[in-house]
């Protein structure tokens, strides 16, 4: 009944492991009210900064676009090292991971599926605020010129079906939870998600002016800035969202990836406070890698210090899509392959870490 | 109980010395220990409170690395993961999550065994009546009581039907049917073939149901070896006989007297205080069948197999 010798058996095991204990840590990870509320505040700020927004800052929507992209590196780094810290230091000190190492479990499985469970909470998240920050740019007050309109346009429904949106994830999971007896917090937080991708692909079936698709050549085509182009016959489906955005949310999805593996490594001997703290130092001094570096010998502590943190300002480029900017896929693909590199070498001292920890 | 004596857990030299942050020696909690314990033999490693039972447990599950000394269970070392398929363990505090639910919980155990999805749904199932928490499969266990929760403890360790269990105060917390159940269910899995080691401060139970013992104090191994021969006591006899009357009893207890010319001490045994409590608790006038029979493939019940003599007895010293 159970797999014996055989590399291929072994493996498979290794995964079917590795999946139960990845989804047993991001249902833990979700269901907590904490998650669910660093969720709710960064995807309700973002969808309401172009409501309060009073200036341009030389470009429409440029406000709503920075700031959801601060709220998801901010809110994403507290959720992703938070959790990492919570579920692996709770784990230990708790015996739930002491539980499943006396079941066929290798350490290192245990602790990579730890990560990923996090990475998957991590991920969730990621995408519910890239949608939010999407929408809060299309909806914010942007100059066109139309057949019918000439002027600055606030895209009032996108932002009203964005909370809105938030509102009935909310009560589905309550009525899930009272009808179903489903976790509330996994409901929710999954149900946020899902209504900002709904919400998204909704986008597509009507103009700023509020006029459903499908609309006839100029009529139909409002998008403003430098790109804006004019469709030659009946247009059915024209979400006009900024996803040049989407780079730069992947490049702190790499930055929130990396803090998550850092957390999981620390966490296998720290408890989560001080897992937290250092977590901090490294984004303060990750951040400023650049100025430590410059003019630094090289053998100095600080460019020690510099080259062996993450230098964080590679992820964080949100200027580069201002005003029309873009980011060349091959930056993200670069940029991809550094975070993975410091995931495996922070998971890989987290992996050395936990293989002699006492767990009792 | 199997013919073959093969040790299952063979510990050599065993030392465990605990730490602290800077890695400053804070306590030895096992000196030098020589365990052996062989197939299908009932194990009970007793001891007071602090004495290194349960650090003795956790390394021979690789989960506290030993100071010095070499284990083997299974045959392997303690961390190989084809042993440990073999093992079932019930930790002293059953650490569970509490946002799952039992039957949550043992689907997750029974993955991390490799068990497809249906033998996983079959046996959760089956060890849900076992325990008698059917009524309770979907109830978030982090609302149970503490026996609710050493209910499901003690079905996690069993998901993967081990041939060695390891049990770490396995009654504590337990109702009295429910300590009664885990003995019955110790005796049968021990007839079926497995090996089980495990700890109790309910001597009582022990004395149930291991074969051998081993008394640890302060990490050392005080005492070992079959609990018929610990607890022999060469020089006193005992007899009992079933119904007795007072002028009889008297004569026969005269007669000791002046045939050996020792005092003779004459008592009525009570009911135990456990026989009473099943006997009360009894649901609708029957037995108590053991909810694990089905699962065992044997039929036990609980009052049949109470060891404690009801009848009157006569012990002489
Ligand atoms: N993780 C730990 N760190 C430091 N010391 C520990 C740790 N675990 C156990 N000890 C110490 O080791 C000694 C043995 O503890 P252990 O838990 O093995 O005792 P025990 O025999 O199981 O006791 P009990 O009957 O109370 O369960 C104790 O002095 C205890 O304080
Ligand atoms: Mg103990």
């Known amino acids: 009944m159970f797999p014996h010798d055989g590399q291929s058996r072994a493996r498979g095991l290794a995964l079917k492991q590795t999946a139960a204990i990845a989804r047993a840590t991001l249902v833990e990870a979700i269901q907590q009210p904490v998650a669910f509320l660093i969720l709710l505040s960064a995807v309700m700020t973002t969808l309401l900064v172009p409501v309060f927004q009073f200036h341009r800052f030389g470009e429409d929507g440029r406000l709503a676009r920075d700031s959801g992209l601060a709220c998801m590196l901010v809110f994403g780094l507290v959720l992703a090292a938070g959790t990492a810290g919570r579920t692996v230091s709770g784990e230990i000190t708790c015996g739930t991971a002491a539980a499943a190492l006396g079941k066929p479990v290798r350490r290192v499985t245990f ?142 999805l790499f930055a929130l990836a990396i803090f998550a593996a850092l957390a999981t490594a620390l966490a296998t001997r720290l408890p989560t406070g001080p897992t937290l703290a250092i977590c901090a130092g490294v984004l303060l001094l990750g951040l400023a890698g650049d100025s430590l570096l410059i003019g630094a010998p090289f053998w100095s502590v600080r460019g020690l210090v510099a080259g062996l943190l993450p230098d964080l300002q590679n992820f964080w480029l949100c200027d580069a899509v201002a005003r029309g900017g873009r980011i060349a896929w091959r930056y993200v693909g670069a940029a991809a392959l550094y975070a993975l590199t410091c995931c495996v070498l922070f998971l890989g001292a987290g992996c050395l870490a936990f293989r002699e920890r006492d767990l009792g | 109980m199997p013919a073959s004596k093969s040790p299952v857990i063979e510990t050599r030299g065993l030392r465990k010395v605990f730490r602290d942050f800077w890695r400053r020696p804070t306590v030895e909690a096992v000196k030098g220990l020589d365990l052996t314990i062989n197939d299908g033999e009932v194990f009970g490693l007793l001891g007071p409170n602090g004495s290194g039972k349960s650090t003795t447990i956790k390394m021979l599950l690789g989960l506290l690395r030993p100071t010095a000394g070499t284990i083997r269970v299974l045959g392997s070392a303690p961390d190989d993961t084809h042993a440990k398929a073999c093992i079932g363990y019930l930790p002293e505090v059953s650490h569970l999550h509490t946002f799952l639910t039992p039957r949550e919980t043992l689907m997750y155990y029974a993955s991390l065994f490799g068990l497809s999805r249906a033998q996983a749904v079959q046996r959760t199932r089956e060890l849900l009546a076992m325990v008698d928490l059917e009524h309770a499969a979907d109830r978030a266990v982090g609302g149970f009581s503490k026996g609710m929760a050493r209910r499901v403890g003690l079905a996690q360790a069993l998901v993967n039907a081990p041939r060695l269990l390891i049990l770490d105060e396995p009654t504590s917390g337990l109702d009295p049917i429910g300590s009664r159940e885990v003995k019955d269910l110790v005796c049968a899995l021990a007839k079926g073939g497995v090996t089980v080691l495990m700890t109790s401060h309910l001597l009582a139970d022990v004395e149930d149901v291991c074969d051998r013992v081993a008394i640890l104090d302060r990490g050392v191994l005080c005492a070992e070896g079959k609990i018929a021969d610990l607890l022999r006591q060469p020089d006193a006899v005992r007899f009992e006989v079933e119904g007795l009357d007072e002028p009889d009893a008297a004569a026969v207890r005269a007669e000791l007297e002046a045939r050996t010319g020792r005092r003779v001490r004459q008592e009525y045994p009570a009911m135990s205080l456990e026989r009473y409590f099943l006997q009360v608790v009894a649901r609708d006038g029957q037995q108590r069948t053991f909810a694990m029979a089905p699962f065992l493939g044997a039929t036990l019940s609980a009052p049949e197999t109470d060891p404690t003599p009801t009848s009157n007895s006569l012990p002489m010293t």
């Open chain 1, 111 to 252: 602790l990579l599926a730890k990560a990923l469970g996090v990475l998957a909470v991590t991920m969730l998240f990621w995408l519910g605020v890239l949608c939010a920050t999407l929408l809060a740019e299309r909806g914010s007050a942007h100059f066109i010129s139309h057949i019918e309109y000439t002027g600055y346009v606030m895209d009032v429904i996108t932002l009203v079906l964005g909370v809105a949106g938030v509102a009935v994830a909310l009560l589905v999971a309550a009525a899930r939870h009272y009808y179903g007896r489903r976790r509330f917090g996994v409901s929710a937080f999954v149900g946020v998600v899902l209504s900002q991708v709904l919400v998204v692909l909704a986008t597509g079936f009507y103009n700023r002016l509020g006029q459903l698709y499908p609309l006839l050549g100029e009529a139909a085509c409002l998008d403003s800035g430098a790109g804006h182009a004019h469709a030659a016959g009946w247009v059915f489906y024209h979400p006009e969202l900024n996803l040049r955005v989407i780079p730069v949310a992947l490049l702190v």
